[in-house]
């Protein structure tokens, strides 16, 4: 044996996306185990904006409530101010609107998007997946990985000791961020833009600006006083502000051009005020970017968040793209560790993420230049709303039968109970209880049909025993396993009484038949066989 411990997956990096990572696989049943080359989790409040569909991954997970209890007040008044231009901050009475994105709604989701600072809801994942199972090895790094037929070999190396172990695994996911050494081992290339422009996060404290803010609460305030372009934000709720202004390496500038000193400077430039009081808590340079690696799988190595697409953070997309990624990833991964899904089945992550990866990077573009005042004429009609990219994407792959859509954004969103979208919210009764429809998936395949659809229950009940994939069915009405007190569910999925519709763990529909079939069994089980890539018994 050429290798100390042996693991079902192996994650390397601890951001929001290898946490996330680790806590849908400990979820479900697998122990994976995560290396990070840093001493711990972040502590800086860094992705700050969580959407409303990351909030139904952690609700789905266990952690929903844990994540939100770090809210500070009402958050969701930072998002309806928008994103903002002044000249300075003092002059907050004269600012312009420049975004106001949908983001959320009663009718669209059970959760509520949110503010709160990488630095605190990742305790929270790290407790939770820890709680379930997982395994954590933080001041270790990986020093390089090789792969066969039936596995990953990874060898890891403590950052103070240098000691050295090797790790098998039958998957690795690398979640190590936009300088990914898993990336670079597999030498998966990358395409897009590349630099798009150079900034410096400035955490700082400073009493008095709230008073001069006036209150107003924003996603983002850009100052253009003194030439430079800086971007205020405090989503999180709490101290510290971070201030962004833009430098040009270009022009000679450098990092080592931001002491503290100038950093006091450039926000007392953008507030307004020369007597500002200032205290700086801490300084990270980094890049606007936009580039998507060609390949997010590579035999049994996979790649999630900015290891696989990296984008400028206009829409905040970056930390919530990443968990989408890692949640898509962690149930199919969890299949082919049972045996109920196949390597078509785990295909489909490429097929599905990469070209939604590519399309919320130019996404980003398109604010980034509309913010920064340098946007084409098209950019504000190419501009389609934030709730289209967080929650109304389209999948196409074979782990769907029926998603037609060529595009993955579309103009408006549509959550029409379409096969390749995310299911539609409806708030049902089970027992006394109110719940979401989304509430319904996790860890198996759902069956979804009216109390008219006595035949679609008694095929699901046939193919369970067919197949090795998980697969539950809920009749909902009157006498059901559900009720529907607004007798919305079925239009909203788009069938009748006597329809049925397969939702995947992910809680996006796979599969629909809005009336009976005949032999709905071999229907229902010829589907289900072919998109999770699993023979039929």
Known sequence: MDYDEEVPVLIVGAGPVGLSTALFLARQGIRPTLVEKRSGTSVLPRAPGLQARTMELFRAAGAGADVRALEIGDSHEYFEGGILRVNTFAEIDDAVLLESPSLDGERISPERVMGCGQD???????????????????????????????????????????DRRRFRARYLVGADGARSKVREVLG?????RGNVFNAM???????????????????????????????????????????????HPEDGESPADFSD???????????????LDVEIVAKVPWEGAQLVAERFRVGRVFLAGDAAHLHPPAGGFGANTGIHDAHNLAWKL???LRGQGGEGLLDSYDAERRPLGAA??????????IRHGIAKPDDHER????????????????ALTGADSPDVLVPRLELLGEPGTRAPHVWLDRAGERISTIDLFFGSWVLLTGVEGDAWAKAAAVVAERLPVPLQCYRIGPGGDLADPEQRWAQAYGVTGNGAVLVRPDAFVAWRSADEVAEPDVVLAEALARMADVPLR
Not at 128 to 141: P, S
Not at 361 to 366: C, D, G, L, S, Y
Not at 383 to 398: A, H
């Open 120 to 162: 605190r809801y990742e305790t929270v994942l790290m407790a939770r997946a820890t709680d379930a199972g997982a395994t954590l090895h933080f001041g270790t790094r990986l020093v390089d990985l090789h792969q066969d037929a039936t596995g990953v070999t990874a060898t890891v190396e403590d950052v103070e000791s240098g």
């Open 188 to 192: 998966v290339p990358r395409s897009g």
């Open 201 to 247: 996060s400035i955490y700082f404290r400073a009493p008095e600006l709230d008073e001069l803010l006036q209150g107003r609460k924003f996603i983002l305030c850009y100052a253009m006083a003194g030439g430079v372009m800086v971007g205020l934000s405090r989503l999180h709720g709490q101290d510290p502000w971070l201030a962004a202004p833009l430098y």
């Open 261 to 275: 000193e100038r950093c006091v400077e450039v926000v007392r430039t953008a507030a307004g005020r020369a007597d």
């Open 334 to 336: 969890t299949a082919a």
């Open 360 to 369: 919320m990077a130019e996404q980003a573009m398109v604010r980034n230049r």
């Open 383 to 398: 501009m389609v709303d934030d709730i289209i990219i967080t929650l109304g994407y389209r999948y196409r792959s074979t």
